[in-house]
């Protein structure tokens, strides 16, 4: 499994697990050097017990020779190479061995103290631990004890122990990383329900972040939402401004294009009104243009924005057949069916409306609405069945203040417009020919990163 | 012809108004949605330049207002709003056209002609009857080909005789067509008109009918 930094998953999870890990490995290091230490108090006691139980059976006889007034009391002295021996000896004399020793002698060199020590050496069946004491006699040579027992008992005890610790303590460490994957779990819904929630907004289907969060997060959430809000309340401050301003200067302007139209009825003045009015006619074209990109939602595209064409098709169908009332618009196949574009229900509506009036101006009798969806973007297509333009004029009439040399082509700033918003979704406008030799005019609207 | 020119600007009022006038429409301006509310004779209006932003409401009220009225008087909206969402809500209003200003004097006398050619079941912008040819956008009247000058009030006459021909036209229905609603209206200065554009025209197109009125012979 990788476990990634960038997420905070991968984050909690690591330091339980380098938690978990250092944890259970310090008790498992600790606990057994512990037993080890304790398990080997105890068999040093209990051997040395034994040593002294030996000293005091043994006695000398006549000759000077040791002998054991009676066995000693472990049985297992008695097995053949049980791996506990017992071995006295004195130098000159005979030397007495544990009926287990059945070959091999013990070293009694460990025997040169009366304090009881111990070291680990060689033994009749394998490495042992070695105790040693000695005990004066009435002659010269002392008497020397010596128990053994195989290294081989202390080990199986602690590897025992040490092999029951470990899948304990395994078992633990599962137990503790799995309830840490809970509480990472139940720590982090409340992200998920934060990513929900901005998806929601994402794709419109919600104004703001909605629902409870922790109070943490709920911090963070009303503190976006206010943000939002306020940006929201400032783009449309502006909006309403750019719209007060060109509202107020169209009047004026309509009083200077009636001076200018009076003044070519004067031969002398006529020049001069001629320039006039073209230069009103710019006017008008710049504030035109410039009003509807002020108005364009496209700046905020992929937060919030979703428009359903089935809302918005409607009431420009209506608008446009009272003033194109010989041509039929309407939608092709099931329009009820037609996806959500994500985009500002008004860009939908201008574009669109820019478009049908284009197409209404054109058309002998049909304009045709039609969709289609990509697996990343939604296609609108306009198609009229009128004349057509020529492919070299595709580009060109979307340049500001282009028209075609026909009355109908307005101020030639709609397709214009309706390319630059559909451009501001990351979409574009184009042009082709329509199958039965009318105009084609295809929106693309891409559908945002994240949404579905 | 009559249109109630509603439109608070008082220089563009003023203007417009002459405009039309020029043009031959008896002219009615108003420059409040109140006044405009309470015009007495709206059935007489052929019809109404509508703008928008009016000191004292909204002109998509007022347009709502005569709708829901039953007014199927012609409306066209000239308005500083230009957006899209103006022109459909006004379109869808009642309205039936929507202008933006500033608009260029002809090319708003050509939307109202069509307007009243749409109204009168899309008869032809230039109206030709038995050799006589009106052309209202140009201003402009022919009888078999050879030009004719005509005053303002003869051309007004003339008009509206064609627009009804083979339909009786009293004096009130002429006067109202001809004169703004607070101007003078007098029947001697009609027959005096009509006198006028017999001679020019042929006295046999236009017949009097003793007690109804007038009536141009298609």
Redesign the interface.
């Known amino acids: 499994m990788r476990i990634s930094l960038t997420s905070l998953r991968g984050r909690f999870l690591l330091s339980i697990l380098l938690w978990v890990t250092i944890g259970i490995g310090a008790i498992w290091y600790s606990a057994i050097s512990l037993f080890t230490a304790h398990v080997e108090d105890l068999y040093h006691e209990e051997l040395e017990v034994h040593v002294r139980e030996l000293a005091g059976l043994t006695q000398l006889d006549v000759r000077g020779n040791p002998r054991l007034s009676r066995p000693l009391s472990d049985p297992r002295y008695a097995v053949p190479l049980s791996g506990f021996y017992w071995q006295v000896t004195r130098e000159g004399y005979v030397t007495l061995k544990s009926g287990s020793m059945t070959r091999g002698s013990l070293d009694d060199g460990i025997a040169r103290s009366p304090e009881i020590l111990h070291r680990i050496e060689a033994g009749p069946s394998g490495p042992t631990i070695a105790y040693g004491a000695i005990k004066k006699t009435a002659g010269a040579a002392p008497l020397q004890f010596i128990i053994a027992t195989d290294q081989r008992h202390l080990q199986r005890i602690i590897s025992n122990f040490t092999q029951e610790l470990s899948i304990w303590l395994m078992l633990l460490a599962c137990a503790l990383i799995g309830s840490g994957l809970a509480i990472i779990t139940f720590g982090l819904k409340p992200f998920a329900r934060l990513a929900r929630a901005i998806t929601d907004l994402h794709s419109g289907k919600t104004g703001q972040l909605e629902g409870v969060f922790p109070d943490e997060i709920q911090l963070v959430v009303a503190n976006l939402n206010a943000y939002a809000n306020g940006n929201a309340a400032i783009v449309e401050r502006g909006r309403v401004q750019a719209?007060n301003l060109?509202?107020?200067l169209?009047?004026p302007?309509?009083?200077?294009?009636?001076?200018a139209?009076r003044m070519l009825e004067n031969d002398a003045a006529s020049k001069s009104a001629r320039v006039f009015?073209a230069e009103?006619e710019r006017m008008?074209r710049q504030?035109?243009y410039h009003?509807?990109r002020t108005?364009s939602g496209g700046s905020r595209h992929g937060v919030g924005l979703s428009a359903k064409l089935m809302d918005a098709v409607p009431?420009?169908i209506?608008?446009m057949k009272?003033?194109h009332?010989s041509v039929d618009f309407h939608v092709k196949g099931n329009a009820s069916h037609a996806p959500q574009i994500a985009c500002d229900p008004?860009d939908l509506?201008?574009i669109l409306?820019?478009l049908l009036d284009n197409a209404g101006k054109w058309a002998n009798a049909v304009v045709e609405i039609g969709y289609e969806l990509h697996g990343d973007a939604v296609d609108l297509t306009v198609t009229d069945d009128g004349p057509g333009i020529a492919p070299s004029q595709y580009e060109s009439v979307f340049a500001i203040g282009a028209t075609l040399d026909d009355p109908r082509c307005g101020s030639g700033l709609g397709l214009a417009i309706a390319r630059d918003i559909a451009r501001d979704y990351g979409g574009d406008l184009t042009l082709a020919a329509a199958r039965d030799g009318g105009l084609l005019a295809r929106v693309t609207i891409p559908t945002p990163v994240g949404r579905t | 012809m009559r249109v109630l020119l509603v439109e608070d600007?008082a220089?563009?009022r003023r203007?417009?108004s002459e405009?039309l006038t020029t043009a031959g429409f008896a002219v009615d301006t108003v420059g409040t949605a109140q006044d405009a509310r309470s015009w007495p004779d709206i059935l007489q209006i052929s019809a109404i330049i509508l703008d928008l932003?009016l000191p004292d409401g909204d002109g998509l009220e007022l347009l709502r207002f005569w709708r829901a009225r039953g007014d199927r008087v012609p409306i066209l909206i000239l308005t500083?709003?230009?957006?899209?969402?103006d022109?459909?809500e006004g379109?869808?209003a009642g309205?039936?056209?929507?202008m933006?200003?500033?608009?260029?004097?002809e090319e708003l006398l050509a939307r109202l002609h069509a307007l009243w050619r749409?109204g009168d079941g899309r008869s032809p912008m230039i109206l030709d009857i038995a050799g006589i040819a009106l052309d209202p956008v140009a201003r402009s009247v022919s009888i078999n080909g050879t030009m004719i000058e005509l005053s303002r009030k003869e051309f007004g006459l003339l008009h509206l005789f064609m627009r009804r021909a083979g339909h009786i036209l009293s004096q009130t229905d002429i006067l109202e067509d001809l004169y703004a609603l607070e101007a003078e209206r007098d029947h001697n200065a009609i027959e005096a008109h009509i006198s006028r554009l017999r001679r020019k025209i042929g006295k046999d197109r236009i017949r009097t009918l003793r007690g109804l009125g007038y009536r141009f012979e298609k």
């Open positions: 719209g060109a509202h107020s169209r009047t302007l309509a009083v200077t294009t009636d001076e139209e009015l009103s008008q504030i035109d009003l509807a108005r009431p420009l209506a608008a009272r003033l009332p008004e509506s201008e409306s820019n | 600007g220089e563009l203007r417009l405009r932003g500083a709003r230009g957006n899209w969402r022109k459909v379109l869808n309205a039936d056209d929507f933006v200003k500033p608009v260029r004097f749409r």
